[in-house]
């Protein structure tokens, strides 16, 4: 199963090393990632492989979220199938 995590905020230093470690020691694969700055502020979506997680998908996006405020940063992690009905026209 592919899942997608979307991060934003503030730009700082170790955010892609923060979340991709984060993801990683949980057994997470990062697929394909994408990642900008525009003037202070930094956007990244990721596509991972969630085949091999320790944990299901809801528990995981909970996780991300609560890693994603104590770096200050809004983290968000959904299934690929919902994500693409909320932007599918």
Do not use: P, W
């Not at 955010?15 to 202070?40: C, H, P, W, Y």
């Not at 994603?68 to 026209?89: L, S, T």
């Amino acid at each position: 199963m592919r899942a997608v995590v979307t991060v934003t905020g503030k730009d700082k230093k170790g955010i892609i090393a923060k979340v991709s470690a984060f993801l990683a020691e949980r057994g997470v694969n990062i697929e394909d990632i994408s990642q900008t700055i525009m003037g202070e502020y930094f956007a990244m979506i990721m596509i991972v492989d969630m085949s091999e997680a320790k944990t299901e998908l809801s528990v995981l996006a909970k996780e991300c979220a609560e890693m994603g405020k104590q770096i200050g940063m809004a983290i968000y992690m959904q299934h690929e199938d919902i994500f693409n009905a909320m932007h599918n026209v």
